[in-house]
Each structure stands twice: as structure tokens, then as C-alpha cells.
């Protein structure tokens, strides 16, 4: 394991984002209807920092929360993860967003409503930044959802995928496109394509990429990207797997058979994280997103968007 210069363990991946409490309902149907909730995390940044540290990785996630029972809630449960919260503020003067999530018994997304305007996450400024911090890991994973907050959230995904970059370091963006969080769908996409760039490694799903680049195929909505610079990227197809462009060539990868689907949420995440994971740990991309596909396949099989992720004993007895 590496150390810093103080002897703390290094960081392998940093991230930044909005977490949010979850209450998932009790029942199919309207979410009104339900008479009872159980409660989880949510939030796609920390869904990929809590799989990564599950992994064995040494993961920072940096934020702000409400100084109320849901953001000690969340600090609470990623310390218990295992990871770095040092650079999580807890404002006095704001709270933490809140996510209510219905259930669905036929595989489709399930309904889901936010209380999230205004949050102490949406607050976050680009000069929150830890530069040293940041600068300490080896890898940015960012997505468009925090981008989609606000306008200085976006100002923050920005500057930190800057910063690594300049600095040498990868970068991993999820698109992750939440249209309802925009003024338009032309500022989405102008928004998302002006982050994405910025990044070596794109995961964009292939409806995504067909509203963010105007083409329709995954080559060719990897091909957009590429043409500009990124390094490498996975178009999810659901089911079918992914579609991978990068230096090493094109190809795809099967997705793995679900006998019965749960809840969609978070399987995107889980997919980022066999992605990061892999790279990060030298496999070659067919492995990586071999891995992400098996992850996301676990993803959908449980209630919450984490249950899925594994622990490196699970991975290795898989064979990932």
C-alpha cells in the first residue's frame, strides 16, 4: 500500500458529489401510497466511492451536509466504508438532500422524487477544493449529475477534472444525464460534452450518447468522444453489455444473464466501479468492463443502489 509523506494511506481515487438519504417504499405502486420506507444512501458519486472501497481501494469523497440526522446519517455510513470523509463539510445553516424512491415488481426504472433544491451539497463552491488533497490521488472520478445541481457545482466538477488532468492524473466522467435538473436539453448536452472532454475515460449509456452526440450507434457515439480527445470509451447497452473504444482497439463484451430484475438504480454505478477498479488495476478494457458489467448485473438484483457492490473476496471468487 502506498503512504504520503505524513504516513497516511495514499489515495487511489478521489470523488465529489451530492449524497443524498434514500427512503425506498414499502410497496409497489405511487410512492404516496406507501405506509412504511426503509432507509439507504444515494447519490451516484458515493455509489462508485463505497464499490471502490469495498474493492480494497483507498477512496476520498468530498462534500457538504445539512448539520442534521441525515447528514450524519450519510457521514456515518461511508466512514463506515471505509472512506476518507475529511474533506466533507457539515454546514449548520443548510440541510441534506432527501430522495424518496418507489418500488416496481416488472424491471422498469422505478419512480423516484428528490428534495434536493437548495441542499448543502448544491452549495458547494469551486474554491472548496482541496488542491493538495485532490492532487494526492491518482484518479477523479466525476459524473453529470453533480454538474446538473447547479451552476458552481458544475464550476466544481470543472476546476477538479482541470486540476487532475493538468496534473497528470486519470480521469473518469459518467454522463449520467438528469434532464429534469436542466433549463434545456441543448444546455445538458452543451453542459455534459463541456465536462466529458475534460476527461480520459467517458461512460456514457447508449441513450445518453444518442441525445449527447446526435449519433446513433455505440461506434459512433464513442467515436464522438474520441474524435475529441478522450482517451477511452464504454458505451453501457443494458443487457446487451458494452460497446469499449480506446488505444488498445474496439470490441464488446456480453452483458450477464438477470433472472430477475429488481431495481435499475445504480447499476450504472456499480458498472463504473469494475471499470475504474480494472483499469486502475492494470487489466486490459475487455477485462474492465467485463468486470462492470458483472457488477452492474449484481446491481439490479437488490433494492438498494450499493447491496450489489461486492467485496474483493466476492470479486475474487468470481473470478473478475
Not at 481515487?13 to 427512503?23: D, I, K, N, Q, R
Not at 464504454?234 to 470490441?251: H, I, S, W
Request: aromatic share 6%.
Amino acid at each position: 500500500m502506498m503512504r504520503s509523506n505524513n504516513g497516511a494511506a495514499a489515495l487511489d481515487v478521489v470523488t465529489f458529489g451530492e449524497a443524498m438519504m434514500m427512503l425506498i417504499a414499502d410497496r409497489p405502486g405511487p410512492i404516496e401510497q406507501a405506509q412504511s420506507y426503509t432507509k439507504r444512501t444515494a447519490g451516484a458519486e458515493t455509489n462508485v466511492a463505497i464499490g471502490l472501497a469495498r474493492l480494497g481501494l483507498n477512496v476520498g469523497w468530498a462534500s457538504r451536509l445539512g448539520a442534521d440526522s441525515m447528514g450524519r446519517y450519510l457521514l456515518d455510513e461511508m466512514r463506515r466504508e471505509g472512506i476518507d470523509c475529511s474533506h466533507v463539510e457539515v454546514d449548520a445553516q443548510q440541510r441534506t438532500g432527501l430522495q424518496f424512491k418507489g418500488r416496481v415488481t416488472d424491471g422498469s426504472d422505478p419512480p423516484v422524487e428528490y428534495h434536493r433544491k437548495g441542499s448543502a451539497a448544491s452549495l458547494m463552491q469551486p474554491d472548496d477544493l482541496d488542491e493538495a488533497w485532490l492532487l494526492g490521488a491518482r484518479h477523479l472520478h466525476a459524473t453529470g449529475v453533480f454538474a446538473a445541481v447547479s451552476a458552481n457545482c458544475r464550476e466544481v466538477n470543472r476546476r477538479a477534472m482541470t486540476l487532475m488532468r493538468d496534473a497528470g492524473r486519470s480521469v473518469s466522467f459518467d454522463t449520467n444525464l438528469r434532464p429534469s435538473l436542466w433549463s434545456s436539453a441543448d444546455a445538458m448536452c452543451q453542459g455534459i460534452n463541456d465536462l466529458a472532454v475534460l476527461a480520459h475515460w467517458v461512460l456514457p449509456g447508449i441513450e445518453e450518447g444518442r441525445l449527447l452526440t446526435g449519433r446513433d450507434t455505440p461506434e459512433g457515439v464513442a467515436a464522438f468522444y474520441r474524435e475529441r480527445g478522450v482517451q477511452r470509451v464504454v458505451v453501457k447497452l443494458g443487457p446487451a453489455g458494452a460497446y469499449y473504444d480506446g488505444p488498445e482497439g474496439t470490441g464488446r463484451v456480453p452483458g450477464f444473464p438477470v433472472a430477475h430484475v429488481i431495481d435499475t438504480v445504480g447499476a450504472g454505478d456499480g458498472f463504473a466501479v469494475g471499470v475504474i477498479s480494472g483499469l486502475l488495476e492494470g487489466l486490459d478494457i475487455s477485462a474492465a468492463v467485463t468486470r462492470g458489467a458483472w457488477i452492474g448485473a449484481r446491481a439490479v438484483q437488490v433494492l438498494g443502489d450499493t447491496e450489489g457492490l461486492p467485496t474483493r473476496a466476492e470479486l475474487d471468487q468470481a473470478g473478475f
